[in-house]
């Protein structure tokens, strides 16, 4: 979620994305421009914009407690990057009370089972004879999302990807 253009405190960007986003791209998140006539003119949008940001992380969390399974998706908005995203999307869930678990479940198994209609599908999880796309990452997600972002190996259909950053100059 981008917290600056909710006019709130400034928005720091993840490890993934300073990887792969260019600097000058989320240097432009970083802040509304006080003195633009347009941020007057937006304000009361931008406020209500985070009133609702609350009222869906209580949502989510009544959704949850009331045994709703609960689905990440990595949907693209202004301000969201692809695979970013999604964790910041994981943070967010946390937030809303679900364990580190359960925000990793609610962004592979559940989803799996939900897209395949299957409750033992060919991706989504890790076991013998499941599709090979896995993020493998230094620590424990389990137990601290902030492992996330800590990504040793990407692996897609079982082949390793070559991972590149992008340059502070792009």
């Known amino acids: 979620e981008n917290y600056a253009l909710l006019g709130r405190e400034p928005r720091q960007a993840t490890a993934l994305e300073r990887e792969t986003v260019p600097a000058k791209t989320l240097a432009a998140f970083d802040a509304v421009p006080e003195s ?13 914009l985070h009133a609702q940001r609350l009222h869906w992380r209580d949502n989510v969390r009544r959704l949850h407690a009331a045994g709703v399974t609960i689905l990440a998706g990595s949907d693209m908005q202004a301000g969201v990057f692809p695979g970013a995203g999604l964790h910041r999307e994981l943070d967010l869930l946390v937030e809303s009370g679900l364990s580190p678990a359960q925000a990793l479940r609610a962004a592979t198994l559940d ?54 950053p992008v340059s502070a100059a792009d």
């Open 36 to 48: 633009d006539p347009d941020t007057a003119f937006f304000r009361p949008y931008l406020d209500l």
């Open 111 to 164: 989803p799996a089972r939900f897209l395949s209609q299957q409750e033992d599908p060919p991706f989504g999880l890790i076991a013998a004879g499941k599709q090979a796309d896995l993020l493998l990452v230094e620590g424990d997600p389990t137990r601290g999302l902030q492992a996330l972002s800590r990504i040793r190996a990407v692996i897609k259909g079982g082949v390793p990807l070559r991972r590149s």
